[in-house]
């Protein structure tokens, strides 16, 4: 099924071109309207440019001024190998149609809402024939039938055109194209961007990452440059100043160049219940300390994962050769 989109917004158009497979662009006088487009034939000349293929309106009130028009826009410098003039479908339409065929042009009959219209382009030697499936659902009626329909006389009679699916509002307008069948859909850039959105593909590829990192990445890799060290005799409240400048929920307490212990803003809470605010005027080493929960710089983040579930703890003291180099937080491991 070709995949077209549909938009006269040139930066969307550029940056949905950039996927590489998309088959052509479906724009309409109403869209570069919108858009506030003042000079349409220069729009379409740099569209021609950035498109497999282009497909453009070619207006007129009889079949012949339809030609002169496709032909005028030829003469702009389109390729007529990849230029399809989109024509609403009446029966000077399907006339313009059947002579811009025989002209070896591409026509793409739109503005279809019934069989009997699809029919007489298909007749006519329609590349494409449009229904509109979004309108037709505004009115009530049952435009995926139609579009079965279309496909289904395509079928049967072996007519040479593609049964295009448009007016297309949401995702599910693409599945109902692809279970029908169709040839082609043209769809706005907003629901393309949409198609391959899914939580739980995002929640999938999330873990995918994340258990990668865990196996392939050091602790070092993830460390922050700031290394939280504060020495024994320093006083709480200088100690939670430089927690809070870092940024950390912890300081790593040492003494004669030895780690003493962990300092954590839990302990802090802890000893405020206990004693009160009187503990703010001790030095940060007259606490008593568990030994810290400590890992090796080089180790992989698998290990620190597996650490972090062992002991219960938010924070682990990073070493190397011993010396502390700095604080993990169990963060560290989803960032």
Known sequence: MELYLDSADLKEIEEAFQLGFLNGLTTTPTFMHRGGVTDVDGLIVKLSKIVPVLQIEALGDTAEQVLAEAKRQLDLGLDPTKTVFK?????????????????????????????????????????????????????????????????????????????????????????????????????????????????????????????????????????????????????????????TEYGFGSITVTKDNKVVGVFTDGDLRRKLQENGREILTKKIGEFQYKEPVSIDADSLLNEAADLFKKTKVDTILVTESGKPVGMLDIQDLKD
């Not at 494409?128 to 329909?149: E, I, N, T």
């Not at 307008?173 to 029908?180: E, K």
């Not at 258990?211 to 939280?228: F, G, Q």
Request: charged share 15%.
């Open 87 to 243: 024509i609403p479908v009446s029966l000077e339409g399907v006339k313009a149609c059947n002579l811009l065929r025989k002209s070896g042009l591409l026509v793409n009959v739109h503005l279809v809402y019934t069989l009997q219209q699809a029919y007489m382009a298909m007749h006519a030697g329609a590349t494409y024939v449009c229904p509109l499936v979004g309108r037709l659902q505004d009115q009530g009626h049952d435009a995926l039938d139609l579009v079965s329909q279309c496909v289904n006389a395509v079928d049967h009679y072996g007519y040479d055109t593609k049964v295009m699916f448009s007016s297309v509002r949401h995702a599910e307008h693409v599945r109902n194209a692809i279970n029908l069948g169709v040839h082609t859909i043209t769809a706005p850039w907003k629901v393309m961007k949409a198609l391959t959105d899914n939580n739980l593909t995002a929640l999938g590829t999330q873990q995918f990452v994340e258990h990668t990192k865990l196996m392939t990445v050091r602790v070092k890799d993830v460390l922050s440059s700031k290394n939280p060290i504060v020495t024994a005799d320093t006083s709480v409240t200088d100690a939670l100043v430089k927690m």
